[in-house]
């Protein structure tokens, strides 16, 4: 009997031992940088910090021929930087406001590709070429009406003339913030002008000069930050955007 409390005293000695060990394993410490760049202009494709953002796909195959995605996000004005990632092999592609890099068929086969395979050590920079989905072009400078709202005037265009992106316009806003990460994520609704569309109301003002005019009278005169916003009708919430722009009052 006492033989074998001693030896059940001996494995849990042994177990604690081994439940003790920390994990020395180094931290991440490689870096994936780059952005997401509209092939027609050589402009990084505008988006919003968050979900409904550009977001970086990862997929490690060093050992893995069908890895578990890692995202991370892009930043508001097109480029992504990320200074935590694992060296290792990765199949690298960007999802967002544009005709997706990687397709497949209704049976799941890879129908086209532009990702780009690494093998990251130290640093890795990466740019990828997409069509968005639309361009926003600002049109001279946002102006202080007498009442001190803020007019401003955009032309939007098509990106792409990929047919399966051609849909209905369906949402054009205008974001008011005062900081300069504002779009559908982050916005003023005191001052935001947003605008939801039906049928083809929205796409007939394509190439056309619009003028959005805040809402809720004056506006508080500080640093404000204005972004437009618009998104078409193909089962997608993200929007693209125009840059961010500031005023000074006079």
Request: hydrophobic share 35%.
């Amino acid at each position: 009997m006492k033989k074998i409390l001693y030896s059940a005293l001996i494995f849990l000695l042994m177990a604690g031992v081994a439940c003790s060990k920390t994990d020395n394993y180094p931290a991440p410490s490689d870096t994936i940088t780059g952005s997401t760049i509209d092939e027609g202009t050589g402009n990084t494709v505008q988006t919003e910090i968050g979900g409904r953002g550009t977001r970086v796909k990862l997929l490690e195959t060093s050992y893995d021929s069908a890895p578990v995605p890692i995202y991370f996000q892009s930043m508001q004005d097109g480029t992504f930087n990320n200074t935590k990632v694992f060296g290792a092999t990765y199949k690298v592609s960007v999802e967002g406001p544009f005709v997706p890099l990687v397709t497949t068929d209704n049976l799941g086969r890879v129908v086209t590709d532009s990702s780009q395979t690494i093998v990251l050590k130290n640093t890795a920079t990466l740019h990828f070429n997409v069509q968005p989905f639309l361009r926003i072009q600002w049109v001279g400078n946002p102006v202080i009406n007498p009442d001190t709202t803020v007019s401003v005037q955009v032309i939007i265009t098509r990106g792409t003339a990929n047919p399966a992106y051609q849909q209905d316009i369906t949402d054009i806003n205008l974001y008011v913030s005062n900081t300069k990460y504002d779009g559908n994520n982050n916005y003023d609704p005191r001052y935001s002008k947003l605008t939801a569309y039906s049928g083809a109301a929205g796409t007939g003002l394509l190439g056309k000069t619009i003028t959005l005019t805040t809402i809720g009278g004056a506006l508080p005169q500080q640093d404000v930050y204005f972004r437009v916003g618009a998104r078409i009708n193909a089962g997608l919430d993200e929007y693209n955007y125009s840059t961010p722009v500031s005023i000074t009052y006079p």
